[in-house]
């Protein structure tokens, strides 16, 4: 045994021994590394693809959709190839594009709900107007406005004496969306993040004040957030008071707007 051992430690000990030992591992190293990298870069990938052609604007259902398997290679030397479902199902074809029968999806030929161009205007309640309110990244307290939010809005400008005023306009109202000066959702991807408008879905008589109030040259619509328990226990929209609709209506000449229309007289009756 004692033979043996002496054998073993001269046979390590003699350097081209030692050599010959580090190639071979080194090979072997190597050997086993490449067939690692080849079989990752050829292994299968599941990916979505169009059963059918998908028109732009439309919602993606489950039914629209397979799967098939294509190297990873080519999800790895191909930006923006969608790998999941679950990316696909929900979301809807940019307005501009479609997506052919068989063809695979890219995030950039997909949107969000809130991207789509006619979102905004989906849903309105009856005898209500969109209202849009222009606002910077200050004016929203660095993103602190979202939708769905129910917020405060003040005024400040002069009374008809000339005295300066900072009163509340509106209380408790929805506000139905974020949007960039590109008209995207600022919360959604694509957006640049800095806020342009906020907007809001209100009564008829509400959108004439508001729209009244904006276009005095003195005055100043701006936003105040509430807490999250303002919005959970929010009460109904509402002008603050009856004094500043008055003071509004001092400084306007819209007193004979579109309120005799149909559809306020619709609204009125209703």
Same mark, same amino acid.
């Given at each position: 045994m004692g033979n043996l051992t002496v054998s073993i430690k001269r046979?390590?000990?003699?350097? +081209?021994?030692?050599? $010959?030992?580090?190639?071979?591992?080194?090979?072997?190293? %190597?050997y086993v590394a490449y067939?690692? *990298? @080849? *079989? !990752?870069? @050829?292994? /299968? !990938?599941?990916? #979505?693809?169009?059963?059918?052609? $998908? /028109?732009? +604007?439309t919602l993606i259902t489950r039914e629209q959709i397979s799967t098939i398997k294509v190297s990873k290679s080519m999800v790895d030397q191909t930006p923006g190839l969608v790998t999941s479902s679950s990316q696909v199902i929900g979301k809807y074809v940019s307005y501009d594009t479609k997506i052919p029968e068989g063809g695979l999806f890219y995030s950039s030929a997909l949107m969000t709900a809130e !991207? *789509? #161009?006619?979102? $905004?205007?989906? =849903?309105?309640?009856?005898?209500?107007? %969109?209202?849009?309110?222009?606002v910077t990244l200050h004016s929203t307290y660095a993103n602190a406005i979202m939708p769905d939010d129910y917020i405060d809005l003040f005024i400040s400008g002069t009374d008809d004496r000339g005295s300066a005023i900072v009163a509340k306009l509106i209380e408790s109202i929805k506000v139905r969306d974020v949007r960039d000066s590109r008209g995207i959702s600022v919360f959604s991807s694509g957006s640049t993040g &800095?806020?342009?408008?906020?907007?809001?879905? @209100?009564?008829?008589?509400?959108?004439?004040?508001?729209? *009244?109030?904006? $276009?005095?040259?003195?005055? =100043?619509?701006? /936003?105040? /957030?509430?807490?999250?328990?303002?919005?959970e226990n929010h009460s109904t929209t509402q002008v603050a008071s009856q004094e500043i609709i &008055?003071?509004? +209506?001092?400084?306007? +000449?819209?007193?004979?707007s579109v309120s005799t229309s149909a559809i306020d007289l619709e609204c009125s009756n209703s």
């Open positions: 046979f390590l000990g003699n350097k +081209n021994t030692v050599t $010959i030992i580090g190639v071979i591992i080194g090979v072997v190293v %190597l067939n690692w *990298r @080849v *079989r !990752q870069a @050829v292994e /299968p !990938q599941t990916v #979505p693809f169009a059963k059918v052609e $998908i /028109p732009g +604007n !991207q *789509r #161009p006619n979102y $905004i205007t989906e =849903n309105i309640e009856k005898c209500h107007t %969109l209202f849009s309110l222009p &800095d806020p342009a408008e906020l907007i809001f879905s @209100v009564p008829n008589d509400m959108f004439l004040l508001l729209t *009244r109030a904006s $276009i005095i040259g003195s005055f =100043n619509i701006f /936003p105040v /957030p509430r807490n999250k328990e303002y919005t &008055d003071l509004i +209506n001092s400084k306007s +000449n819209l007193y004979y």
